[in-house]
């Protein structure tokens, strides 16, 4: 069983910076794709980045060039460092892990909040 605990959220003022973190437990890090994805009210989940097992990353357009994934294998957590936060950055950040190679994310945390004024 894989469990996900994501910490960090907060607000803060547009321009300013905030760092999540997502606890693993239940697997082997190293063997899995791990992804941070955010819902604003009243909008679809969108996917905002994503590490792979070798540790590529790739991020929506929307957040790339100011915020930054990074995964400890050691420790077992994901991070999501976010920089130059606007107010459309406004969401519930969730933290997802996946097999590498497998469809849909099938791993999820409950969600932080993050609140940008």
């Known amino acids: 069983h894989v469990q996900l605990v994501e910490s960090g959220g907060g607000s803060v003022q547009a321009g300013g910076s905030l760092s999540l973190s997502c606890a693993a437990s239940?697997?082997?890090?190293?063997?899995?794709?791990m992804g941070w994805f955010r819902q604003a009210p009243g909008k679809d989940r969108e996917w905002v980045a994503q590490?792979?097992?070798?540790?590529?990353?790739d991020y929506a357009r929307s957040v790339k060039g100011r915020f930054t994934i990074s995964k400890d294998n050691a420790e077992n957590t994901l991070w999501l460092q976010m920089n130059s936060l606007k107010v459309e950055d406004t969401a519930v950040y969730y933290c997802?892990?996946?097999?590498?190679?497998?469809?849909?994310?099938?791993?999820w945390g409950q969600g932080t909040q993050v609140t940008v004024s």
């Open positions: 997802a892990a996946t097999p590498c190679g497998a469809a849909d994310y099938k791993y």
């Open positions: 239940g697997y082997t890090s190293n063997i899995y794709c």
């Open positions: 590490i792979d097992s070798v540790g590529r990353t």
